[in-house]
């Protein structure tokens, strides 16, 4: 006996992902098994925290929200419009649903049991590909190359001010868009439409917004009869359309769009209908905004499965950093989020490292990065710098020992070399056995170099004294701060060495003021912002930092800002030379993301006549300190 209902399903399912790739007969098998739902507008199929569904769900007709909370407030992350799937969480995790899904307006969405679809997923690859690809990178369409959808299934709120400074930033939106007359007829706004694959079109006068039409209009008045395609589009438009002002934030477009139930909001020049089009704000645009939203790329990074997983990551994190630059968020703020996620990337490779482990670590142990990682100031993908300490083991073991973590510690940078970040030329990473050590030959390692400054342990000391525990045991990392401390105290000789090298690079100008470029190689007539700018500072902090027993933070401006506190008579010095750094690097940042390298090298001839003196303004400081460390380590004589 037929079943025509079944038959609607499958001839509805078999037009989308995944299902296009199931035999027509199994689908009509899937499809008797399914219910059809029936939802009002803002009804709730399911809220963030409920037990997970027996059932996951296609959008039918009409369109689905998805949200988290956030206070008080729903934050819409997606919306699910027909064909597209929701609620794949019980197929893959046990856990209870971290989305709300309501309908934003009528809809009708199949829901299909897991245990019927389950069988046909085990026996056909590129279902459970689809499903698979889709769970693991929240796209509710990864077959849709250009029109993804990101359903951000870890989105939180960044708590504090980390996530205002993002939540509260001008959002991205399409400016000049297409836009129709009153008097074109519905049909050529349909085509121009489709042919310009946009799902709305403003209607103006004169460039003044009169309404709007939507691919819903389309759905709900024309293709179901109810107008002929061949009136003229004032008659079915939405009218008036929400006008909102020029730089309008991502907060205040999504609560524009709650408070009046829109998709879509139309930016003029005032913010009013009385002055011209400007652009188009949708409710894509407010989801891929959300899509960096620092908390999103901490938690996804937590739950990441695999190296690819943090990769895309790491990418994201990228447009993180280009979108706070380009809306001059505090370069300070910047290198905290980032270095808290980089960290949470390095973090969640480790734990998947360990699981490709034949047996759990033999030994309690610490990671920590090092040099600019160490002081969370490693804003574009330059090279790996890292080490691993264990805890002291019998002699018997210590071979075997040693031997786990190195095979570990290669996984790890192998990794991050997948991720994007480069092998240290050097080998300055865990993966070498010189730095992969018990704690007992770390302890000794630094007291080498403290006690006997030579040259290579003054350059080991610029390298190592900069650290960051990153994962396993933190009071390992304590104990190697404790030597270091305790060995530098009142230790004239130590500080003199590493004195007269934090003098090594003067402030980068000539007699007139000119800058300072190379005179030849590669990068003849640049201007090497790392060596002549950022490093001298970065010395001046570790070196001063030591000597007043500031631990715990190793990043050159949060140095430099305790210093001020535990200095005051030289506070200004200290808090100019913050700022230059912060400056040196906002510059260095700029260049690296403009032209996809590491920032270090300047082309001079680019930079506005501003952002030169800009520059030679953050290069007095310099001066300034070394002044201090000459005065206070009684180097004249190296200089």
Request: with cysteine; glycine share 4%.
């Amino acid at each position: 006996m037929k079943n025509p209902i079944a038959e609607r399903i499958a001839d509805f399912l078999k037009q989308f992902h995944p299902f296009s790739e199931i035999g027509y007969t199994q689908l009509l098998e899937v499809a008797k098994s399914c219910s059809v739902l029936y939802l009002e507008k803002n009804q709730i199929l399911f809220h963030v925290s409920d037990a997970i569904h027996d059932s996951f769900y296609v959008v039918a007709s009409g369109a689905v929200g998805l949200s988290v909370s956030s206070d008080t407030d729903d934050v819409l992350i997606d919306k699910c419009d027909e064909g597209d799937i929701l609620g794949l969480r019980p197929f893959f995790a046990k856990d209870n649903y971290l989305m709300t899904a309501k309908a934003r307006e009528e809809s009708i969405v199949y829901a299909i049991p897991i245990e019927v679809f389950r069988p046909v997923v085990m026996h056909n690859s590129g279902v459970l590909d689809f499903l698979l690809q889709s769970f693991a990178s929240n796209t509710r369409n990864p077959m849709d190359k250009n029109h993804k959808g990101k359903l951000i299934s870890e989105n939180v709120i960044y708590d504090e001010q980390k996530n205002e400074i993002q939540y509260y930033q001008p959002i991205h939106y399409t400016k000049n868009p297409i836009t129709a007359s009153a008097s074109d007829i519905v049909k050529y706004v349909a085509q121009t439409m489709a042919s310009r694959k946009i799902g709305s079109i403003i209607i103006h006068e004169d460039r003044l917004p009169v309404g709007i039409v939507t691919d819903k209009d389309l759905r709900s008045k024309i293709a179901t009869g109810l107008f002929p395609i061949d009136i003229t589009v004032n008659q079915i438009m939405s009218a008036p359309v929400i006008t909102v002002p020029e730089n309008l934030s991502i907060a205040e477009a999504q609560m524009m769009m709650l408070k009046h139930n829109v998709g879509h909001l139309c930016v003029t020049k005032d913010g009013s209908n009385q002055t011209e089009i400007t652009g188009i704000i949708s409710e894509h645009d407010v989801v891929v905004a959300q899509a960096n939203n620092p908390g999103v790329l901490l938690r996804q990074s937590r739950r990441a499965e695999k190296t690819s997983d943090l990769k895309i990551i790491r990418e994201k994190l990228a447009d993180l950093i280009q979108n706070s630059i380009d809306k001059n968020i505090p370069i300070q703020h910047i290198c905290s989020l980032t270095g808290e996620i980089n960290n949470a990337i390095l973090e969640r490779l480790i734990t998947l490292s360990i699981a490709k482990m034949d047996t759990p670590p033999p030994a309690k142990f610490a990671w920590f990065n090092i040099g600019s990682q160490g002081r969370k100031e490693q804003l574009l993908l330059t090279d790996q710098d890292n080490a691993l300490v264990f805890e002291d083991v019998e002699d018997e073991r210590y071979e075997e020992v040693k031997a786990y973590f190195l095979s570990l510690a290669k996984k790890v940078t192998k990794g991050l070399n997948k991720i994007g970040y480069a092998y240290c030329p050097a080998d300055m990473m865990a993966s070498n056995p010189l730095w992969c050590k018990s704690i007992s030959d770390w302890k000794n390692q630094f007291k080498g170099w403290i006690q006997n400054p030579g040259e290579r342990g003054i350059l080991m000391c610029t390298i190592f004294f900069d650290y960051d525990f990153v994962y396993g045991e933190e009071s390992l990392i304590n104990e190697i701060s404790d030597v270091v401390f305790g060995e530098t105290e009142n230790n004239d000789l130590f500080f003199a060495y590493l004195g007269a090298d934090a003098l090594k690079n003067p402030a980068p100008l000539g007699f007139f003021r000119q800058f300072l470029v190379e005179n030849d190689g590669e990068h003849k007539d640049t201007f090497d912002i790392k060596a002549r700018g950022l490093v001298p500072l970065v010395d001046a902090a570790r070196l001063l930092a030591i000597q007043c027993r500031i631990r715990n933070n190793d990043n050159t401006a949060f140095r430099f800002m305790k210093l001020a506190e535990k200095e005051p008579q030289n506070a200004a010095v200290y808090e100019a030379c913050s700022e230059a750094f912060l400056v040196l690097l906002r510059f260095r940042t700029e260049e690296g993301l403009r032209n996809g390298n590491d920032g270090r090298y300047l082309s001079l001839k680019e930079l506005s006549k501003l952002d030169k003196v800009k520059l030679k303004n953050a290069f007095q400081p310099i001066s300034e300190i070394q002044e201090i460390i000459k005065n206070r380590f009684q180097l004249t004589y190296f200089t």
